[in-house]
Antibody, heavy 118, light 108 residues
Framework: EEQLVESGGGLAQPGGSLRLSCAAS????????MSWVRQAPGKGLEWISI???????YYADSVRGRFTISRDASKNTLYLQMNSLRTEDTAVYYC????????????WGQGTLVTVSS | EIVMTQSPATLAMSPGERATLSCRAS??????LAWYQQKPGQAPRLVIY???TRATGIPARFSGSGSGTEFTLTISSLQSEDFAIYYC??????????FGQGTKVEIK
């Protein structure tokens, strides 16, 4: 059974950094299209980044230049390095998988909460 | 930039009723449209992909239709477990994935 488990959320100060992890089981992260999707409190879903199986990466305008998506094949884990954090980055962050790279998300983690506040 | 607009924002329905949710794209997304269901405190769950194909385990009362810029998710007879927020998402404008703002289906 495919499973995704996020960790690394918490409280950060504006301008600070955090690194989120998404540990996968039941499939190989490096063979998959993996994304990060976030949801601000009481708001909708916002796709923010994707890494393809060929290691190409893409970002939403809202995080480009501040966030970096990556993965470690040996740990079968996806990461999101978040720098220069802003209060508007406060959200639950989900990792999500596109099984065939078709563009829709079939597997989701449970989410990890990031709060950016002084 | 592609914008996905869902309507209505809230749909107040009674169990057993038919629910119709709409999603409009600011430019054509062909059939590359998915729907997700999200309940409080839970991750989203894929309901429909390819505009009209039900995901694994999704009951037949859920159906999707449309193409281009206009899409509909229909729940033929609402069950108690269907009250949730539904999001549409386009995946035609590569490599971006864009969600609508959601429609909340609540109990009347």
């Amino acid at each position: 059974e495919e499973q995704l488990v996020e960790s690394g959320g918490g409280l950060a100060q504006p301008g600070g950094s955090l690194r989120l992890s998404c540990a996968a089981s039941g499939f190989t992260v490096s063979d998959s299209y993996m994304s990060w999707v976030r949801q601000a409190p009481g708001k909708g879903l916002e796709w923010i980044s994707i890494i393809h199986n060929n290691d190409n990466t893409y970002y939403a305008d809202s995080v480009r230049g501040r966030f970096t998506i990556s993965r470690d094949a040996s740990k079968n884990t996806l990461y999101l390095q978040m720098n220069s954090l802003r209060t508007e980055d406060t959200a639950v962050y989900y990792c999500a998988r596109e099984r065939g790279g078709y563009g829709y998300f079939e597997d989701w983690g449970q989410g990890t909460l990031v709060t950016v506040s002084s | 930039e592609i914008v996905m607009t869902q309507s209505p924002a809230t749909l107040a329905m009674s169990p057993g009723e038919r629910a119709t949710l709409s999603c409009r794209a600011s430019q054509s997304v062909s059939y590359n449209l998915a729907w997700y269901q999200q309940k409080p405190g839970q991750a989203p769950r894929l309901v429909i992909y390819g505009a009209s194909t039900r995901a694994t385990g999704i009951p037949a009362r859920f159906s999707g239709s449309g193409s281009g810029t206009e899409f509909t998710l229909t729940i033929s007879s609402l069950q108690s477990e269907d009250f949730a927020i539904y999001y549409c998402q386009q995946y035609n404008v590569w490599p971006l994935r864009t969600f609508g703002q959601g429609t909340k289906v609540e109990i009347k």
